[in-house]
């Protein structure tokens, strides 16, 4: 191996047995596997934190994950070296490792799951990582590596929401209620304003409504102020001529949908995603609930390899870039990105910064 081809690197595990964020550790001499055939090594650059990478040392995430798993599956970096049979990445190109390893396209399938990063395999918190070939994707140079960081999850889930099922694919006219200023959220609101639909948006936080508006919303409710965000977007919706939202982004989950099924459109579509409320004790939202709607109600699971760059094309073509909050963190000091997302000051993505 030459000078530039490292065989130890410095990266994080998380146990999750601690049930904090103190068991997020610094091992300074993780080693770097020898290049296979089909792998490729990556100098990783940016990483960008999602709730599901706090979830997981808080005891709230809901899947399994591996006990001493290097965490975080957003990330993007550089290609270092290729294997001898790699034909579609060469060295100094911009990659984003995709959120499942090996789900090319269709629908997630038992096997697929199981190659998802940062839970079950281990992720991207780390200064160097092999992958294979098709666990990558190239970026586009349109997009900073700190942009491109934020992608593989957020994003895609965001857009396997609203393009993800034929038929129902958000149109331009279309209304799309997003809930709070998250990473899934804020990128359902950039690709339904660069296609030319409409917006309604929730927030917890008065600070963040005009931001919101920045951003295109055409309506923002105070979910705190106006528990029944729901009828009121639904309202808004018919003065405009509408009949509820064709999208609804539900990541509040238990707590958040039984408005999400106020405001939705007659055939329109909620995207199960999210759990940021938590669970609730009282009466649970289910069967007659939907049937009343006359709703479609489906679990999305982050998306495909081919969603992904569909996803990029759009975001080129349409001049989308992502939400990246005003703080950044060195990587020395991931644990205080973890606190900043767990606090819900942001607005956007909370990028880390791996290489100095
Ligand atoms: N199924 C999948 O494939 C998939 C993929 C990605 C994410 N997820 C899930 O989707 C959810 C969102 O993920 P994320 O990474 O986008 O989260 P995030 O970036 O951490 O979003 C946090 C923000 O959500 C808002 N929020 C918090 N509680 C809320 C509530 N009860 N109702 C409405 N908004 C609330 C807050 O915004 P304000 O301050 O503006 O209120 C908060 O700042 C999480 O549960 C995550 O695990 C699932």
């Not at 799309?176 to 030319?196: D, E, P, R």
């Not at 989950?253 to 759990?275: C, D, H, N, W």
């Not at 606090?343 to 956007?348: E, I, L, P, S, W």
Request: net charge negative.
């Amino acid at each position: 191996m030459s000078d530039s081809i490292p065989t130890t690197t410095s990266g994080y595990r998380i146990d999750l047995k601690a049930g904090s964020f103190d068991g997020l550790h610094l091992d300074e001499s993780m080693p770097v596997p020898a290049l296979g055939a089909d792998d490729v090594l990556i100098s990783v650059q940016a990483v960008s934190l999602n709730y599901r990478d706090i979830a997981m040392p808080l005891g709230l995430y809901p899947a399994s994950a591996r006990g001493d798993v290097v965490p975080c599956s957003d990330g993007a970096g550089t290609v270092l070296a290729v294997g001898s049979d790699v034909k579609s990445l060469k060295a100094g190109d911009m990659v984003c490792p995709t959120f499942f390893q090996d789900f090319e396209d269709g629908y997630a399938t038992k096997e697929s799951r199981a190659t998802s990063l940062g839970g079950l395999n281990d992720g991207v918190l780390r200064k160097h990582a092999v992958f294979k070939e098709k666990g990558l994707i190239k970026i586009p140079d349109f997009l900073s590596t700190v942009e491109a960081s934020t992608l593989p999850c957020a994003a895609l889930t965001a857009w396997n929401a609203l393009f993800g099922v034929g038929g129902r694919a958000l149109e331009p006219g279309h209304w799309v209620l997003t809930q709070g200023s998250g990473g899934v959220s804020i990128f359902a609101l950039l690709f339904a304003k660069a296609l030319g639909a409409h917006v309604v948006a929730t927030t917890g936080d008065k600070g963040k409504e005009q931001r919101l508006k920045d951003l295109g919303a055409d309506l923002v409710i105070n979910y705190r102020e106006n528990p029944t965000w729901g009828r009121t977007a639904m309202e808004f919706i018919e003065k405009q001529g509408g009949t509820g939202a064709q999208h609804v982004i539900e990541v509040g989950g238990e707590t958040t949908m039984e408005q999400s099924l106020k405001a939705v459109a007659p055939e329109g579509l909620i995207s199960i995603i999210g759990f940021l409320g938590g669970s609730t004790a009282e009466r649970k939202t289910g069967f007659w609930d939907c049937f009343a709607s006359a709703c479609l109600v489906r679990g999305v699971l982050v998306g495909s390899k081919k969603q992904f760059r569909d996803m990029l094309s759009f975001m080129e073509d349409n001049g989308v870039r992502p939400v990246v909050d005003e703080r950044t963190f060195k990587f020395e000091r991931a644990r205080e990105a973890y606190e900043y997302l767990e606090a819900q000051k942001f607005f956007g993505k909370v990028v880390i910064e791996v290489q100095d």
